[in-house]
């Protein structure tokens, strides 16, 4: 009996079906005989092989019917239409392989693979340039498909409790949109490399699904039949990368890279391969060959191999492909070479860079705005937290080739900031990923915001000169009033940040931000180094304003130890649970360029409170550092608070979160330190937030977070660089956000916020929304600054009683004619300014802009037409949600809206379906020679003049022209053109306006 004759009677036996090894007619059944052809799976538990050598192959029965002839012996297929998940999955638990052509509707969930729609019309395909299986040379045809990514069955799995898979997801097929951009991947090859955490499944399963709707229209029955024998080859060579990296992420001029590669044999025997390395530098083309090494994995066992080099030093991303060659047939006799075939290959790389960090400085904080190239704007950014180990594993598992696709994503979808979190633990294989981050980001025009300090840690910890790892409490056990913040061993988290200031004092894309979420109430003596014991602060009475003036001391001293290093970039020291009674952010913050704010609450709290904590009074930026939702992709509530962030004032939104771009190969290891809250004793002081948490986590559960991150917040389409819905509605207003930055405005009218009173945040909740729902222009003043107080202020409204200072400065703006109410007596005053709204139940909000007025309607129910009127403007449109309108000196720039679009009674546009965004360089819409614009779905929009070109930008300024997109007035933006900012010309397109 031959090799390949072997497997077959291992395939067909590990289904339990009796056939002689020696049977060659497995797949050459009688004519018109079905049953030999698409043979049932057995009624009773797939019997496991224990060997993982048998191949299915999900299609339906008509394509089964073609192919069936063509297929390698060991594949068995499965009608698309009979797959009975729980029995296919018990098989592909024991190790065996799938190949899933077609409808990805009924593909088992504990596969951890989902499909999302791409386009309504057939899409051009292409081989991945770094796909795994040697397939490249198959001719493709436009084809109708979806795009797979990681979907896991849980969205927020506990680790070690639930099942969590450990494989790649490895992208085979590229789908293009008819404008040649990567929009999907259609096919993807899950490479199952270890047991599933938790349930202990799928170890060398090896999944290849091609979301294709009819195969053969992507391939004839020939080129499938080449498919699948290069999958076969796959499977029949017993190997399986399990492992494929670099000891650092980066690497300096003269150090030696080593190249570390784990092979799993799921042979009885032992088999021969070859591992063969090449290298691809920045700035070239093609690989060059490295060497060499040959390897004999032992039967149901695993080899390591290292290659060691040093690199040519070409500063820049340097790539490495991985090669695995083997004779099939002769892959047992182990003292032949035999004919060597590539059976697979990986990809990685690795930055080759200076021993200092050095990017150039991309922003400065200029008056109430962050400037990111010179440039005001308002921007929007997301969190990058790519392993779904959260942090825990991510800057020791870095993957750079991933994540450079990553970041060029991040910034083609309109985003600016990237806010990422350090390790607790730092040594040097941590700081060389962050490092990479830092650099990866600068070349893609990102800000880094990186968080230091966390609520998720109690050690903390780094390694000195001498080679000596220092842990210390960060957070002691009985220090849960103490979130984010520390005020023990201050000189160890002095030394932790000394680290950092020196290592990335060159970083000119970097903000340090010192604390996550901090919550401070009430900190004794006990909690306290003896330097602490000395601040002034610590002998003030109890309550906010100690808590936050302790926290800002704090915060002081850390930042002098940037400084003292030689950082002079941005800090921030941190947003505090100000809404829960965890010390006030603006009294916290009062020493910082820009005050941080986090927004988990529904969208309107957004604008509510970055109205409440605006530090426009001191001329400062806020940024709505961190927000999100728990679940995946929740578009409506990323639409709705990036629109109520910018109209209330925000230079920038950063979401939580960007998604999975791989999943972690080991678990967590931390000892889920939140559970210590779960005592007899616990302290009044305690955020009781984390008390309720641990009482969901069990002893069994591991991690700093019991819980991945991305798979239950993310905004991606997992394992992929392709926006879902909500990250594109994020990423709708970073993209047409030039000229909407901030300006601080003399207003009549103003709301006065006291100082440190965390209880009146309730109460000018409700002042604002009665603002908001008057269309009432007005700026928000601290009490701090109540005697900065501008002239122009005629109406002071002011619901909370203020200290001495400040009441008599209220006095005297009454005895100058001021009028001022703590109730609601301001709604019948005649002098405050209002927009007039002729349609009931919309709120109105208002933020003074470079330029002018930038006016945003929202409504909780659509209305067919809305007109906004002030100061002789009239901006009308359908209100479907939020509709906005930015209005200059000289005319109506740009208009958000729905249905049908005027300005001064004059037509703009209709708009058939969904929302539009339109903008122009020129001073109005309705004048200039091209505008931009987006919609948030595929639709018709007519235009009041006739279209004379049509081009499109991918975000990043790249303009092509396209054709048979419009006719005469009217454009059509189908499911293809939708994710495009679209430049609509009405005249000389060579026009610079």
Sequence with gaps: MNRRDYLRSLAVGSIGLSVSPFDVHINNPAEGDMSAVTPDVPSGPIAPSGNGNTTFMVADRGLIAVLAPLLPASMVTIPIDAVDADRLVQSLANGDALVWLGDPDH???ALSVGAHALADEPLDMAWKGDCPLVLKDVPLKPARAMGAYIAPPKGMPYHNVDEEIRADFLPVLEAKDRFGEVIGYPAVYMNY????????????????????????????????????????????????????????????????????????????????????????????????????????????????????????????????????????????????????????????????????????????????????????????????????????????????????????????????????????????????????????????????????????????????????????????????????????????????????????????????????????????????DREVQAWPEVAMPAGTLRDSLLYKRWAKAMTAVLRENGAQQSVLPGYLFSTLDGGDVLVANEDAPMVPWHNYYPAEHAGLKLQYFDPIAANKPVLLEEFGYGEWNPTERYDGTVHYALAAGATGAVSYEWGLSWLARESCYWPLPLRETLVDDPDPRWFSPFAEMAKLMSERGVGMCPTPSGTGYGSIYHGTPFPASAAIALGRLGLFGKGLQRTKYDENTYVVVPKARLEAIEILDETFRKLWAGHVLFGVWQEEQLMDLPKSAKVVICPMALGKAATAQLDRLKNNGVSVYKGDGWQGNAVINRVGIDADNVRLLARRTANGLLLTAASEKPLNQVTLRYKGNAVGFGLGDFGMAHLTDRGIPQIEGAGTITVANELVCRVANGRIMMATDAVDLRVAGEIRLMVTTPTEVTFARTITQVRITDGLGNLRQISNSFAGKTLLIDDQLVRYIIVVCFHNPDQVH
Excluded at 468 to 491: T, Y
Aim: with cysteine.
């Design 107 to 109: 593909v088992p969930k």
């Design 193 to 528: 490399f270890a047991p599933s955490l938790a349930l202990g499944r799928f170890e060398g399963c090896e999944c290849f699904f091609f979301f294709v709707t009819d195969p053969l229209q992507l391939m004839d029955a020939a080129a499938w039949q080449s498919v699948l024998q290069g999958i076969d080859q796959k499977r029949s060579s017993f190997l399986q990368v399990t492992d494929f990296n670099t000891n650092y992420s980066a690497f300096h001029h003269r150090e030696r890279v080593q190249l570390r590669v784990r092979l799993r044999n799921r042979n009885d025997r032992a088999v021969s391969a070859m591992l063969r390395f090449s290298v691809k530098y920045s700035g070239t083309d093609a690989f060059r060959p490295l060497g060499a090494l040959r390897r004999v994995p032992e039967g149901k066992s695993a080899t390591e191999a290292i290659f060691d080099f040093i690199p040519e030093f070409r500063l820049g991303l340097c790539e490495i492909k991985l090669e695995v060659l083997q004779d099939v047939e002769k892959a047992e006799l182990l003292a032949v070479d035999g004919d060597l075939k590539v059976v697979e290959t990986r990809h990685l790389a690795f930055l080759l860079a200076n021993d200092v960090l050095k990017t150039p400085v991309n922003h400065a904080v200029k008056g109430p705005n962050l400037e990111i190239d010179g440039e005001g704007a308002f921007w929007v950014g997301t969190h990058y937290y790519p392993s779904s180990s959260w942090w825990e594993w991510v800057w020791r598992d870095y993957r750079p080739l991933k994540a450079e696709e990553d970041f060029a994503a991040i910034r083609k979808a309109g985003y600016r900031i990237a806010r990422v979190w350090i390790n607790p633990v730092i040594d040097e294989q941590v700081l060389r990923s962050i490092d990479v981050a830092i650099d990866q980001a600068a070349r893609h025009g990102i800000v880094v915001i990186l968080t230091l300090f966390t609520q998720w840690v109690r050690q903390m910890g780094f390694q000195r000169d001498s080679g000596e790892q220092v842990l210390f409490d960060f957070r002691h056990p009985r220090d849960f009033n103490l979130i984010s913040v520390s005020l023990r061993n201050i000189d160890l988290q002095r030394e932790f940040i000394s680290i950092l200031a020196k290592r990335w004092k060159h970083a000119g894309n970097l903000i340090f931000n010192l604390s996550n979420e901090v919550y401070i109430k009430d900190p004794d003596a006990s909690q306290m």
